[in-house]
């Protein structure tokens, strides 16, 4: 989550490339129908209005990227959830 001192024109460039970076791991690792999902959902938030709504969106599709790695991780490892 971004700092709540500043506003969402500040902090929506950061954020949107943490959601392309995530988004270029996912598909290294093979998640590519998912990453791309990610990414299109981020280029409508990020290509509209600035503001709060569009922030939370953000910060929503960074936590889908890490959520998703961290299972990718798991699943790599033979740990729960590996079926």
């Known amino acids: 989550m971004m700092s709540s001192e500043s506003s969402p024109a500040e ?11 995530g988004v270029a791991v996912l598909e290294r690792r093979g998640a ?4 791309d999902r990610i990414r299109r959902a981020a280029i409508v938030a990020y290509s509209t ?4 709504t569009q ?6 599709l960074a936590m889908r990227c890490r959520l998703l790695s961290e299972a990718l991780d798991r699943s790599a490892e033979g740990g729960p959830g590996t079926g």
């Not at 460039?13 to 970076?21: C, T």
């Open 11 to 21: 902090d929506l460039p950061a954020l949107y490339r943490v959601i392309l970076d």
């Open 32 to 35: 590519r129908v998912e990453a």
């Open 49 to 52: 209005a600035w503001d709060e």
């Open 55 to 60: 922030l939370r969106a953000l910060e929503q």
